[in-house]
């Protein structure tokens, strides 16, 4: 294909369909590029910049098949180094006092090979770096993986996070989570099951202690944050910031609940848990409380 055919696909159409997603997606511009074998042809939008080898790409889901294909590059050239790289190398003694994650052991046991195939046991975090500061640096942003927990052992569960554009079967169940839809897990149906769960209305931390383990009786039987099995990056913020909270009213205050008429209550009114994020109660939770002499 010559680079006039290729200049030729650049059509009006092609420009009417990509000024109308630019429209709808506020994007300010856009430099896109179509490239076969040696053959390219570019095109600049909205403005008119053109695409140089210093132009920046947001590779998003390729960017670990980019960042493979450079390492096995390097692997592929060990005959030219005194020290050859594996896909078994260790990262932690790549950059030793970059690296390091909240265990121990992954940390020593964490391979290229691990990281490159979603084997890491951090499936989730890497939506974190949306929340980088602006100027902090990629070396900044590695050392903030020791404060993240671990969703499963290095090199257990293939765990990819990503957006799948295509019917998700569930299982042999028989059943499709179709392409384009969003999947959620309910929790009162799991958490307020009473055949899992007896008397679920009840406090009773007991129910977790190993000679009960209600919450291991059949399998995603708990969820107590976020929507799945990877851990929430913001958990560890808000459980802080709630126990912060509680601490300081506990420590000025005596309550008890109570309706809104001031009348005592054995339990808060009940809160609908299976709508995304906040899971407020339908009724506002009141209490009667005094000031700690």
């Given at each position: 294909m010559s680079s006039d055919l290729l200049q030729s696909l650049l059509t009006p159409e092609l420009d009417e369909c990509i000024e109308a997603a630019l429209e709808r997606m506020r994007v300010p511009g856009m430099t896109f590029a179509i490239v076969h074998e040696h053959d390219t042809s570019t095109r600049e939008m909205l403005p008119a910049k053109r695409m140089t080898t210093e132009s920046l790409f947001q590779t998003a889901d390729t960017t670990m098949g980019f960042?493979?294909?450079?390492?096995?590059?390097?692997?592929?050239?060990?005959?030219?180094?005194?020290?050859?790289l594996t896909w078994d190398e260790r990262i932690s003694s790549l950059i030793p006092d970059t690296f390091e994650l909240p265990d121990r052991n992954a940390t020593r046991s964490t391979t290229l090979e691990d990281a490159l195939s979603h084997r890491s046991g951090l499936p989730a975090h890497w939506y974190a770096m949306d929340l980088a500061r602006p100027a902090e640096t990629l070396v900044e942003a590695v050392e903030k993986l020791r404060h993240l927990d671990l969703a499963h052992d290095p090199r257990t569960e293939f765990h990819y996070c990503a957006h799948i554009g295509q019917d998700l079967p569930i299982g042999k169940s028989g059943e499709v989570i179709p392409r384009e839809s969003y999947a959620f897990y309910?929790?009162?149906?799991?958490?307020?099951?009473?055949?899992?769960?007896?008397?679920?209305?009840?406090?009773?931390?007991?129910r977790y202690l190993p000679d009960r383990a209600e919450d291991k009786k059949v399998p995603l039987s708990w969820l107590g944050f976020g929507a799945g099995g990877h851990v929430c990056t913001g958990m560890r913020f808000a459980k802080l910031q709630m126990n912060i909270t509680i601490a300081h009213f506990v420590s000025k205050f005596d309550f008890s609940l109570c309706d809104g008429q001031g009348n005592p209550m054995a339990c808060p009114p009940p809160s609908d848990r299976n709508k995304q994020k906040a899971s407020r109660p339908d009724n506002p939770v009141q209490l009667r409380y005094s000031i700690r002499v």
């Open positions: 960042t493979a294909a450079a390492v096995s590059m390097v692997i592929d050239d060990d005959r030219f180094s005194a020290e050859p309910f929790f009162d149906q799991v958490h307020y099951d009473p055949t899992i769960y007896p008397d679920p209305n009840k406090w009773d931390p007991g």
